[in-house]
């Protein structure tokens, strides 16, 4: 039989071999102890547990169990398992959900808790669950995302909270698999608003996350979802905003809005839907917005905007249908 014994996880003093079928066919063969099996995983316990036939397969002298996971994820679940310390360096990558993305969907087969948890609450501290830290993620991403494609150095000391958003299609499959639902809205939020990867330009394409990532997958699961968000923004820019250019100018002749700002602002958003981007204070819409306005209506439309801001965010639950609404 071809095959071979994996360099890192043949233990010579294994009491367990498990073997795996590589894209190629080939068998991989780890030679691991049953307690740490076991101890991480419930299932592994009572598998492991039911006594083994008298005909059951040997390899090496010891129980041979084939598995019929991908071989690749088996063997990184099976490492994280045999030296937990190395998923910290995983969770600290700005990377972690692509990373870790296949080997938590063998944590949640095989039920290891202890990884579902950490990858849980690393999606917790990476995504912003409110509008004050989606615009401090942003503002963070933007510096980074200019440095990175203008060759200067990279700043990352790990200080920011949220040094850069993480690519959101496997952040999502992620918080799924982790019970983690709050992170989705902003995660959500991140992928309607995706930009645009040139796929001739790695650097951009590795930046973003997107080689390799599993896009396909989520859009033939989210599609619809992602549609109907798009519409329900529309719909919900169009009902809010026709009452923000009210005209209460005290003065004679009162100040006048710029209508293009308005129309430009509206076709911006209805663009790419990043209502939050294009009413920021530091836009370039933003200021727009208030060109030609007293200095007495100015701060009146400046508050709206900042209202009309916090409902957006507050709605979008209720855009991308994770309120319990079907899609
Ligand atoms: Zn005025």
Redesign the pocket.
Known sequence: MAGHHDPDLYFDDGNIVLSVKDGKQQTIYFRLYKGILAKNSPVFSDMLAMPSPPAMDQYDEAPLVEMPDDADDLRALLFLLFTPDSISGLLNSPRFPRKLLEPTRLAKKYQVDWILQAVASQLQKSWPTTLLGWDRAITNDHEQTSLMFSGGPMHNDGTLEFPLLPEPVSSIHLARLCDTPAILPFAFYRLLTWPIIDDDNDAEAEFYGCKNAPCEELIAEDWPRLVKAWKRVGDWFADEVSSVPSNT???RP??QQDASAWFSFSQNVGRNGDFLAFSRFDATTHSALLNG??P??KPIIQEQIKALRWEFAGQLSHFFQLDGGTV
Do not use: G
């Open positions: 100018c005290p003065n009162p100040c306005l007293c007495l209506c």
